[in-house]
């Protein structure tokens, strides 16, 4: 647990690395939003059939080590995904108009991911019957239709 200004002193703290663990990261709090994504962006990027978001807000988020290696890519001009230039790791992806940053839930040591939904579910490529709520694109909050599916 580390103390940063403009936190509460109880709020927990999450470090994570890449694959290779030339760059560390950590989050204060807890996340705004997390779930499942199986977006044709993500398949694309990551080379798996989903993949899981915990959205931070940017603030709360923090490079730690090996800043030099961070590397960010952006297709559409809205998402940076940010990846490790030694290993190719995945890190994170911010969103700058959103102001938030999804920091791969699975890569912080200590969380507890607690899936609220999955959003993209309209182009999926597996099923996933778990009983969340399946968004056709994204919530109308986050500028999507906020129809659901199935
Ligand atoms: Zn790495
Ligand atoms: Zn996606």
Redesign the pocket.
């Known amino acids: 647990m580390t103390a940063t200004e403009g936190n509460t002193a109880m709020a927990s703290t999450y470090s994570g690395a890449c694959f290779c663990g030339a760059v560390q990261f950590e989050v204060t709090g807890e996340p705004m939003l997390q779930g499942f994504?199986?977006?044709?962006?993500?398949?694309g990027w990551s080379g798996g059939p989903v993949?899981s978001?915990a959205l931070w807000q940017s603030g709360d988020v923090r490079i730690t080590g090996g800043a030099d290696k961070v590397v960010s890519f952006s297709k559409s001009g809205q998402a940076e995904r940010r990846h490790c230039s030694e290993c190719g790791g995945a890190l994170m992806t911010a969103i700058p108009a959103a102001g938030m940053t999804d920091v791969y839930p699975h890569l912080l040591t200590g969380f507890s991911f607690q899936p609220q939904a999955h959003?993209?579910y309209g182009v999926r490529v597996v099923e996933m019957n778990d009983g969340l709520p399946k968004f056709r694109d994204m919530p109308e909050e986050a500028g999507g239709s906020g129809e659901m599916v199935g």
């Open positions: 994504c199986h977006c044709n962006d993500c398949r993949t978001y959003v993209w």
